[in-house]
């Protein structure tokens, strides 16, 4: 990792020692930018669906960074102690990634598969969060 020290991300947790939402889905969300996806994004899924509290979506430019992007969340976000309950799409040339938290749902696409399942517009009625990015800060 480039001799660099590896930061463990900072996550709330709740009264019961669970991840808050809220505040995984942020650090996803940097973890992420940090590691060139393009068009990051945290939408608020909670009032829309039963699944989760928030949507985290990523493009990736290839396949190979499609695998990159999911290896580098669930890494570092294991560093916290925190595992997904599931993770799906893995496997050499797969478009499209699904990392399942419980609460927080990471999609990581590449460039045609975020197109074709476009759920941006799916849940476009849903609250988008905006995050600073912590690039600029470095």
């Known amino acids: 990792m480039d001799n660099?020290?590896?930061?463990?991300?900072?996550?709330k947790l709740d009264e019961a020692g669970r991840p808050m939402s809220d505040s995984l889905a942020e650090e996803i969300y940097h973890i992420?930018?940090?590691?060139?996806?393009?068009?990051?994004?945290?939408?608020?899924?909670?009032?829309?669906?039963d699944l989760t509290d928030y949507f985290v979506l990523a493009?990736?430019?290839?396949?190979?960074?499609?695998?990159?992007?999911?290896?580098?969340v669930e890494y570092r976000i294991g560093l916290a102690g925190i595992k997904p309950d599931r993770a799906e799409g893995r496997?050499?040339?797969?478009?499209?990634?699904?990392?399942?938290y419980g609460n927080v749902i990471v999609?990581?696409?590449?460039?045609?598969?975020?197109?074709?399942?476009?759920i941006?517009?799916?849940?476009?009625?849903?609250?988008?969060?905006?995050?600073?990015?912590?690039i600029s800060e470095e």
């Open 4 to 11: 660099e020290t590896v930061k463990v991300p900072e996550i």
């Open 32 to 49: 992420l930018d940090a590691k060139n996806a393009e068009n990051a994004s945290v939408i608020k899924v909670a009032e829309k669906t």
């Open 59 to 72: 493009t990736a430019k290839s396949t190979t960074h499609v695998r990159a992007l999911e290896d580098e």
């Open 91 to 100: 496997g050499a040339g797969n478009s499209w990634m699904v990392i399942d």
């Open 107 to 118: 999609h990581i696409f590449n460039r045609e598969a975020r197109e074709f399942y476009n």
């Open 120 to 134: 941006d517009k799916l849940y476009s009625d849903a609250e988008k969060i905006e995050i600073k990015s912590r």
